[in-house]
């Protein structure tokens, strides 16, 4: 079946710190894969996403790239703000368009 | 342009009860999806309309959930009559069909508590 896993959390970074959020998944065929992001009392945004393998995502200073290898789109940035605070969800999809979510993974960054 | 909004934002109500759940889609979005989070686990798909139809309903999760889109436009999803575990937060989301991978734009989601 189709399933993601993440990171589990929560994670706190001082501000200007490396981020990592690990992500993998499971899935038959070639998948697309997403990263969202919910912030504080808003709705789930499209933050990058790739759709074939070797593919890099990239938004806002995150980037994720589709490693077919390692059945692996860990998202990455070089230096959090406090205004990245929010959490983030890796997702997938096939032909139906539905997505598969992982379980998210809360980070707080701190001044 | 207006974004997906979802109604009520939060509700607490008795096991047994019954609760609706209203989804206005972005104007002129054909497709229409529901998903679901419970407390600490992943968010998961319910069902996915095409305009009035149910093209998928296989996230269902029992019986005592039904979705409606009459007319093609928002959306309700009722619940009847709610358990416990039904506790979490809905998230309704939109797209316009473009033939490859769409964009799917999620609104704020409705915070159910079944007490």
């Known amino acids: 079946g189709n399933s993601v896993t993440q990171m589990e959390g929560p994670v706190t970074l001082s501000e200007e710190a490396f981020l990592t959020i690990n992500c993998t998944y499971t899935?038959?065929?070639?998948?697309?894969l997403f990263w969202y992001v919910q912030y504080p009392g808003e709705g789930l945004q499209l933050l990058l996403k790739?759709?074939?393998?070797?593919d890099k995502g990239s938004n806002k200073g995150f980037e994720a790239t589709y490693r077919k290898e390692t059945t692996s789109f860990h998202l990455e940035k070089g230096s959090v703000q406090v205004s990245d605070s929010a959490v983030y969800f890796c997702a997938l999809s096939r032909r139906a368009n539905n997505l598969f979510f992982g379980t998210g993974t809360r980070l707080t960054v701190i001044p | 342009e207006a974004g997906v909004t979802q109604f009520p934002s939060h509700s607490v109500i008795e096991k047994g009860q019954t609760v609706t759940l209203r989804c206005d889609p972005i104007s002129g979005h054909d497709n229409l999806y529901w998903y679901r989070r419970v407390m600490g686990k992943e968010i998961k798909f319910l069902l996915h309309f095409v305009k009035e139809s149910k093209q998928d309903e296989s996230g269902m999760p029992n019986n005592r959930f039904l979705a409606e889109r009459t007319g093609g436009t928002y959306s309700t999803l009722k619940v009847q009559p709610a358990e416990l575990e039904d506790s979490g937060v809905y998230f309704c989301a939109s797209s316009q069909p473009t033939g490859k991978l769409e964009t799917q734009y999620f609104g704020p989601g409705t915070r159910l508590l079944v007490l």
């Open positions: 899935a038959t065929g070639y998948p697309s």
């Open positions: 790739a759709t074939k393998a070797d």
